[in-house]
């Protein structure tokens, strides 16, 4: 509408002055003027969705935004090891060059697609050229969070200190509480959040947004409410992100009275308009409560607010209705999807086919899968793997075999995921050297840092061998563990100590059972 109302303008305007520049004025009416220009017709919706013109009009015929050009480049790349630099070289070499901007909105579509790497790459390509790139505190405080993804949490933090003075403001401390808060550094993050008081960078929901998250995810829910009291207390407005979040950590309490009076002070507040996220969170929460009609009635308002072209709602619409079982309502939402978009993006099918598999129906999940590989644009192991583990969690050996030799085949690159899968078939069948020649593969994979084996599959491989008597196999498993840095998490520790103690009666070690620990885990991470 703002730009309707831009070129209207702008016509009136081109109108009054040919009409001034003519020696005999002529009188037309108002209503023939409204007959013969019709300004809304005029064809604006059409220019911007085919040529991303961003409120050019068609006869400008401005190309498609480069950086769109160097996103595919950098993602198709045959060597990623190459790195980004490469990309951005050679565009170079062929004559063209990229703004800031052109980077910067670059960066933000690997950062949307989880590229952390190479988007922290962009960036370091541009700071090696630092009389063309002048770089800000927001562009400082978003590397801060591509390095503490890529490269760890202290090298995040040479980073801050290392900022000149004028580069550290609200923005790039925010990005360092959201990194403690990302690596659960409690009391890290809580003396950060008191120099932000002191400096007077807490004024604003955002910071008391991820501390709520952090606390939240430690299961301290009263130290969320003490960061909704405190933004009461100092009159900062309560957003829709704090709302939210106060929302699930109600529901993560389990109870549903006290999530719902703090909904309708949601309501009652007329500064928030809940959105689908909401609803969304509403009906998780239900669903964890198993309620399961107050679950449905919430995912029924989630639709009613999805606005634009949005699609992350539909993903949750398809995992949520499957969580609650309604195959039905899955493929309604599916077909309204494809209904709206004319491709759909491998989060999508990953979305319908992971909610057809949870509710069983495994030959509807095999024909979208069977969709998906004639329409995709690259594989994605991760949609694969819910069909792998379908089978292996089934007994199904075979076909899980044959399924692994069929994504080899289609270029499918397993990752460390796939591999754990084929480790707990292999745990199953009581095959030691075929599980722990798999959990090696899974820890080589190069997505490894990012990966965790689950816990439950641990516990089972040391239990195998415990068994069989097999010491030199539990070992060489626990060797991967500390390699990888896994053997400081508690649950992992745990387990290695369960099985230090399985393997020497001697051991008077006190250690700690951590299957309780395990079960809630596996339970939060559904």
């Known amino acids: 509408m703002l730009l309707q109302s831009s070129l209207h303008n702008q016509n009136v305007s081109l109108s009054s002055s040919l009409c001034c520049s003519r020696p005999r004025p002529l009188k037309i009416s108002t209503c023939t003027l409204r007959q013969t220009v019709c300004f809304r017709r005029v064809p604006i919706r059409c220019s911007i969705s085919k040529v991303h013109s961003y409120g050019t009009l068609d006869y400008e015929r401005r190309p498609i935004v480069r950086w769109n050009d160097v996103y595919r480049r950098i993602s198709l790349m045959k060597n990623p090891e190459l790195g980004s630099a490469s990309v951005l070289n050679q565009w170079e070499n062929e004559g063209k060059t990229l703004t800031k901007w052109e980077l910067c909105r670059l960066v933000k579509e690997l950062r949307k697609y989880k590229k952390h790497d190479r988007a922290l790459e962009v960036y370091e390509w541009m700071n090696n050229r630092g009389e063309r790139f002048r770089l800000s505190a927001s562009d400082a405080a978003i590397q801060l969070d591509l390095i503490s993804k890529v490269r760890g949490i202290s090298t995040a933090e040479e980073y801050f200190l290392k900022l000149p003075d004028q580069l550290k403001d ?42 709520m998250t952090l606390y939240m995810n430690l299961k301290e829910y009263d130290k969320v409410d003490l960061m909704v009291s405190e ?21 993560l309490q ?4 006290k999530m719902e009076q703090v909904f309708e002070q949601m309501v009652q507040d007329k500064s928030i308009i809940p959105n689908w996220t909401t609803f969304s969170t509403l009906a998780t929460m239900y669903i964890k409560m198993d309620l399961l009609e107050k679950a449905e009635e919430s995912l029924r308002k989630v639709e009613s607010r999805i606005r634009g072209r949005d699609r992350i709602p539909y993903h949750y619409l398809l995992s949520l209705y499957g969580s609650v079982g309604k195959k039905e309502e899955v493929y309604r939402v599916w077909n309204t999807y494809k209904s709206i978009f004319p491709t759909i993006p491998n989060l999508g099918y990953h979305a319908v086919i992971s909610s057809l598999v949870r509710i069983g129906d495994i030959e509807g999940a095999e024909k979208l899968y069977e969709e998906w590989l004639s329409v995709k644009s690259s594989y994605d192991a991760r949609i694969g793997n819910l069909l792998l583990s379908w089978y292996v969690k089934n007994g199904n050996t075979d076909k899980a075999q044959d399924f692994f030799k069929h994504m080899l085949e289609v270029d499918g690159k397993p990752n460390s995921s796939t591999w754990e899968i084929l480790a707990e078939g292999h745990v199953r069948e009581r095959k030691i050297s075929e599980a722990l020649s798999c959990f090696k593969e899974a820890f080589m994979d190069e997505g490894s840092k990012s990966w965790k084996p689950k816990p439950v599959n641990v ?14 196999s539990s070992e060489a498993l626990i060797e991967l563990l500390r390699q990888s840095g896994h053997h400081n998490d508690k649950v992992y520790a745990s387990l290695i100590g ?5 393997e020497n009666s001697n051991d008077n070690e006190n250690t700690d059972d951590g299957s309780q620990t395990l079960l809630n885990q596996l339970e939060d991470n559904l």
């Open 254 to 257: 389990g109870s549903s009275e």
């Open 170 to 211: 609200r923005r790039t401390y925010g990005a360092l509480l959201n990194a403690y808060v990302r690596y659960k550094m409690k009391e890290k993050a809580e003396s950060l959040l008191d120099t932000m008081r002191n400096k007077e960078y807490a004024t604003h929901s955002l910071p008391f947004n991820v501390m």
């Open 459 to 472: 516990s089972a491989f040391f239990k195998l061998c415990q068994d069989e008597n097999d010491t030199a």
């Open 231 to 251: 933004m009461v207390g100092k009159n900062i407005q309560l957003d829709i992100y704090s709302y939210n979040i106060w929302l699930s950590s109600c529901g």
């Open 498 to 502: 369960l099985s230090d103690i399985a």
